[in-house]
């Protein structure tokens, strides 16, 4: 099991953004990289963490649609991606998920 946070004082900011290796992470269970000045949109890798229970990206400045390989993570239970600017509809693909507990999407411009 793999759990991994980070917040603005670890120095992530550009960093996890230029590394697309997070996709081969596959037994990663929780992700938590709020409040990191991310920006750009959320890698289409994050798919390929297909273990992912909870993705909490709040308050960044990620950009873009939400990833329809969200749709992937079968086991995601918590969706975290307030205060972004965030675009676009909601990937149906996040339809299919019966086990989420709860999902924040607010102060983006997801429709």
């Not at 950009?63 to 079968?74: A, F, I, Q």
């Not at 995601?76 to 924040?104: R, Y």
Request: include cysteine.
């Amino acid at each position: 099991m793999i759990f991994c946070a980070a917040k603005e004082a670890d120095g992530v900011g550009g960093v996890c953004q230029k590394n697309r290796a997070i996709g081969k992470i596959h037994l990663l269970l929780g992700l938590w990289l709020d409040h990191n000045k991310l920006s750009g949109p959320i890698p289409a890798a994050i798919g390929n963490c297909t273990q992912l229970w909870t993705l909490s990206v709040v308050d960044n400045e990620l950009s873009g649609p939400l990833p329809h390989e969200l749709g992937n993570l079968k086991n995601l239970q918590n969706l975290f991606v307030p205060n972004n600017q965030l675009t676009g509809p909601l990937p149906k693909e996040l339809g299919n998920h019966h086990n989420f507990n709860q999902m924040d999407i607010s102060h983006n411009k997801i429709t």
